[in-house]
C-alpha cells in the first residue's frame, strides 16, 4: 500500500515518509489495494486494523519503492 501523506504531528511520522509502500502491519500482509485478510476468503480495509490498535502498540513493515523495484528485477 503506497503512503500518500503522513501527518506530521502524528507517531507514523517517525517511521513513514511519502512514497513508503506498506508491507504488513502487525504481521499481517496488506495487498496493493489496501486491505487485509479478515475471515476466510474474505478482505477488510486496512483502516480496520489500525481501529483495532492502540497508541505504540503496532509495528509497521515497510519498504521503499526504490528497494521493490530492484527484487523484482532479481527475480
Known amino acids: 500500500m503506497l503512503v500518500r501523506s503522513v501527518n506530521p504531528t502524528s507517531f507514523a511520522a517517525s517511521c513513514l515518509k511519502p512514497d513508503?509502500?506498506?508491507m504488513a502491519f502487525d504481521d499481517v500482509g496488506v495487498a496493493s489495494d489496501g486491505t487485509v485478510p479478515f475471515r476466510t476468503g474474505e478482505r477488510i480495509a486496512f483502516s480496520y486494523l489500525i481501529s483495532t490498535k492502540v497508541r505504540g502498540g503496532?509495528?509497521?513493515?515497510?519498504?521503499?519503492?526504490?528497494?521493490?523495484?530492484?527484487?523484482?528485477?532479481?527475480?
Open 58 to 75: 503496532s509495528n509497521i513493515s515497510q519498504q521503499p519503492p526504490q528497494q521493490e523495484q530492484q527484487q523484482q528485477l532479481q527475480r
Open 20 to 22: 513508503d509502500i506498506v
